[in-house]
């Protein structure tokens, strides 16, 4: 079973940065897109960002030119680095990602991690 561990989040101030990581852990033939979505109170879940197994990315409207998603594949992480964050980013924030392992294909969510900005 291929589980994926996000870190990075917590409390930042308008303006702040953080740089969210999520590795994945399990024997993994190949990994397709991976992304990160986020949860707001009250909200439903929405993708921020993801990326191809090829490096094309994709960006919600509301975080464009303020965000970055990146990947390694050799370490099968991805990362969401975080700028000129504003207090309407807060939410929970989870990595997603599918693939094959020796058993099949697969899809994984994270456990998610709490990324707040205020002042």
């Known amino acids: 079973q291929v589980q994926l561990v996000e870190s990075g989040g917590g409390l930042v101030q308008p303006g702040g940065s953080l740089r969210l990581s999520c590795a994945t852990s399990g024997i993994i033939f190949s990994i397709n897109a991976m992304g990160w979505y986020r949860q707001a109170p009250g909200k439903q879940r929405e993708l921020v960002a993801a990326i191809s197994s090829g490096g094309n990315t994709d960006y919600a409207g509301s975080v464009k030119g303020r965000f970055t998603i990146s990947r390694d594949n050799a370490k099968n992480t991805v990362y969401l680095q975080m700028n000129s964050l504003k207090p309407e980013d807060t939410a929970v924030y989870y990595c997603?990602?599918?693939?094959?392992?020796?058993?099949?294909?697969?899809?994984?969510w994270g456990q998610g991690t709490q990324v707040t900005v205020s002042s």
């Open positions: 997603n990602t599918g693939g094959r392992t020796g058993r099949g294909p697969f899809v994984s």
